[in-house]
């Protein structure tokens, strides 16, 4: 740290101990932390055989950031090509979404750093947002995988939503076993999937957690579900994404005692 200066990370407080005396008054130092998580955005713009506008689901950015960034936790954002990311779905009767969308984080967003060149491990946790754009460019991903990997060997925590724990897929972590095997989670459902994008996705998520050894769990269609299995945080639906943003905090608070 420069003299005089304070780093990101760390903020040093001097406040004055009330002791009724002057020969007796001191300064108390307090140092704080800041906190920090990375947002790994899709680049895609269009899905599948019909070209379908896609991008990530604006919610289940704006509403885990409104979360996070009123708690004081740094939010920021990388991606697989870096730079602009398209968006899905906004709505400007949100007041958390319209307010995201005039924000210096939304420019910083749309100016994202390239994920191949971040360090996961630099961060206390990551979070995959959702929409369909995840499908194409976030699933199987070889930068995706080594974040995931990366903060998960170094103790962090791996949040994902909606379409975003398609991330998850192919991870393991050396030993060639399925990262997700034996892991309690959720994701946008197979039931949900039918009403929405059956024609334009890949494949079925929930089939495809499934079928690497998840224990997927589900509520019903659009309703808020997350599944918290230690480190690991997912929720189902953009519904979901606001508290899985407050259980990310949770966890972040527990892991800064």
């Not at 005396?21 to 001191?26: D, I, S, Y």
């Not at 996070?68 to 939010?75: N, Q």
């Not at 995988?145 to 949040?159: C, D, E, F, H, M």
């Not at 009403?195 to 509520?219: I, K, W």
Request: proline content about 5%; charged content about 25%.
């Amino acid at each position: 740290m420069g003299r005089g200066r304070a780093t990101l990370s760390e903020l040093t407080v001097l406040r004055l101990a009330p002791t009724g005396r002057l020969n007796e008054q001191r300064y108390r130092k307090e140092k704080t932390v800041t906190q920090h998580v990375l947002f790994i955005v899709t680049n895609a713009a269009v899905l599948g055989p019909h070209n379908r506008k896609t991008g990530f689901f604006f919610a289940e950015v704006a509403h885990p950031f409104e979360v996070l960034d009123k708690a004081g936790v740094a939010v920021e954002f990388a991606s697989p090509a870096g730079g602009w990311t398209p968006y899905d779905a906004y709505d400007e009767k949100d007041p958390a979404q319209k307010d995201f969308l005039a924000s210096k984080a939304f420019r910083r967003l749309n100016h994202s750093r390239k994920l191949s060149e971040v360090d996961a491990a630099d961060y206390d946790a990551i979070l995959v947002p959702g929409g369909l754009g995840p499908m194409v460019d976030i699933q199987r991903n070889a930068a995706v995988q080594n974040a995931i990997v990366r903060a998960w060997s170094t103790g962090k925590l791996v949040a994902a939503v909606c379409h975003g724990p398609c991330a998850l897929l192919g991870v393991n972590l050396g030993d060639g076993t399925p990262f997700v095997r034996g892991k309690k989670l959720t994701s946008f459902s197979k039931k949900e999937e039918y009403d929405y994008a059956r024609d334009d996705v890949p494949y079925e998520l929930e089939d495809a957690l499934r079928a690497e050894g998840a224990e997927y769990s589900s509520a019903a269609n659009w309703q808020p579900h997350v599944v918290v299995d230690g480190r690991l945080i997912t929720g189902q639906n953009p519904a979901s994404a606001g508290p899985l943003g407050k259980e990310l905090l949770s966890a972040l608070r527990r892991q800064d005692r």
